[in-house]
C-alpha cells in the first residue's frame, strides 16, 4: 500500500508538471505576420499606372495578388522615384487581396503602409476586412481615412478579433477618396504588412484549470 500510494504520488506530480507546462504554452502569445502576396508591388511591374494596365488585367501585365471590384481604366504599377506601388485613379474603386489567414477570437492584428499623393488624391481609405462568403462579401472590421503628401509616408491601423469574426479570412482593401472633378487623381500605396499577435481561446485555459483541479483533488485523496 506504501509503495502503490508513492507510485500514485509521484504520476500525480509528474501529470501535473506537464499540465503546468502545457498551461505556461497556452497562456502565451504568439506573434507572427500574415502571409500576402507582393505586398510591395514589385513582382511582374510590367503593369504602368499610366497606360492602365495592372490590376485584374489577366496575361503579362496582371498585378500578382491584387483585384479590383470595378474594369481597371487607368490605374495599376508604376514607378515612383525607382520604388514600384500601386497607383490608384480615384474612379477606378477599391483594390483588395484576401489572405489566408484565418481569424482566431481575440487576434490582435495591426497593418502598416505607406502611402502618397501621386497627382492630386490626398485622401485615402484603408480597411481590414473578413470575407464572410464569395470575393464580394467583405465585411469591414476597422478603417483608417487619411491625408497624405507629396512624399511616402507610414500609417497603421489595427483591430482585435470578436468570436464573429472566428475562422473566416482576413484581407486589406485601399481607395483612393479624393473627389476631384473629371475623375483626374491619383494615390499611391506601398509596402503592405500585416501582423498578429494569437492569444489563448478561453476555452482552452478553462479546461487546463480544471485539469489542474482534479489532480489536486486526487493528491488530497492519496494522503
Request: aromatic share 8%; no cysteine; hydrophobic share 40%.
Amino acid at each position: 500500500m506504501k509503495y502503490t500510494t508513492l507510485y500514485r504520488n509521484r504520476s500525480a506530480l509528474l501529470a501535473g508538471g506537464i499540465m503546468m507546462a502545457s498551461l505556461a504554452s497556452a497562456s502565451q502569445s504568439h506573434a507572427a505576420q500574415v502571409l500576402l502576396v507582393n505586398p510591395n508591388f514589385t513582382a511582374n511591374n510590367n503593369g504602368s499606372a499610366d497606360n492602365g494596365l495592372g490590376f485584374d488585367q489577366g496575361g503579362a501585365a496582371e498585378v500578382p495578388g491584387w483585384s479590383q471590384d470595378l474594369p481597371v481604366v487607368d490605374s495599376g504599377v508604376a514607378d515612383t522615384g525607382g520604388l514600384w506601388s500601386a497607383e490608384l485613379n480615384q474612379d477606378n474603386g477599391n483594390v483588395y487581396q484576401t489572405s489566408s489567414h484565418s481569424i482566431l477570437n481575440g487576434d490582435m492584428f495591426t497593418l502598416t503602409f505607406d502611402a502618397k499623393n501621386a497627382f492630386q488624391g490626398s485622401e485615402i481609405t484603408v480597411v481590414l476586412y473578413r470575407l464572410d462568403s464569395g470575393p464580394t462579401t467583405r465585411t469591414p472590421l476597422a478603417t483608417r481615412n487619411a491625408t497624405v503628401g507629396n512624399t511616402f509616408a507610414s500609417f497603421s491601423l489595427s483591430y482585435t478579433a470578436l468570436p464573429a469574426d472566428a475562422g473566416k479570412p482576413i484581407g486589406i482593401e485601399f481607395f483612393n477618396a479624393s473627389n476631384v472633378a473629371g475623375g483626374e487623381s491619383w494615390a499611391s500605396f506601398d509596402n503592405f504588412v500585416l501582423d498578429v499577435v494569437s492569444v489563448p481561446e478561453p476555452t482552452s485555459m478553462a479546461v487546463l484549470g480544471s485539469g489542474l483541479g482534479v489532480l489536486a483533488l486526487r493528491r488530497r485523496r492519496n494522503k
